[in-house]
């Protein structure tokens, strides 16, 4: 198991300080995920710094059905970046953006998009999601990066409001369709 992580707070302040093969207590397989059968032949993933994981599993399962996968890596500059090389080595079209522009292109992932694609696939923080929703015009999976207060639904703490009603991150997601987000 790899776990990515970037140090934002006391949490994971604390697990840059354990050493390899310390044994953790985790809660894991809430949820939803990206649902395949929807990609077309030539899907698009957006990840967005620690976003950037999920999009790589992605990518080596809709390789394995014969698609033709696009990849757009967003991060905030050169010193962040990360998986690079391992999506090219899966066969990937890669195109990195940096906001500041010291790497690839400069400014967001939705500046990169591509003229022709089936289908799109995201994660990332939720500036970029609604910025994806707004830029993209297929149809799409987002996986929102949420805090999740209990992990089971019942707090309503990672909730978010969609046509259907309100939807909880940790048990209905992380993964909802394009047409059902409300911004």
């Known amino acids: 198991l790899t776990i ?16 390899a093969g310390t044994k953790l207590d985790i809660l894991t ?27 790589y599993n ?19 500059t050169a010193s962040e970046i990360f998986y690079e090389e ?24 939705t500046g990169a998009l ?9 994660c990332g923080p939720e500036p970029m999601l609604k910025a994806v929703y707004n830029a993209t015009a297929t149809s799409g999976q987002f996986s929102f990066e949420e805090r999740m207060g209990c992990g089971f639904g019942a707090c309503m703490g990672c909730s978010c409001k969609t046509k259907y009603g ?9 993964v909802l369709v394009k047409e059902e987000i409300i911004w």
Do not use: H, W
């Open 4 to 19: 990515v992580y970037k140090v934002v707070g006391k949490g994971t302040e604390q697990m840059a300080a354990m050493a």
């Open 29 to 55: 397989g809430l949820g939803n995920g990206y649902d395949l059968t929807l990609a077309g032949e030539k899907p698009v993933l957006l990840g967005g710094g620690v976003g950037v994981p999920p999009m």
């Open 58 to 76: 992605l990518a080596k399962k809709l390789i394995a059905q014969g698609k033709e996968v696009k990849v757009i890596l967003g991060f905030n």
């Open 86 to 109: 391992e999506f090219k080595a899966l066969g990937c079209a890669v195109t990195v953006t940096t906001v500041d522009g010291s790497y690839g292109v400069k400014g967001f992932v």
């Open 114 to 122: 591509p003229e022709n694609y089936t289908y799109f696939y995201t």
């Open 166 to 174: 309100n939807k909880r991150i940790c048990r209905d997601g992380p």
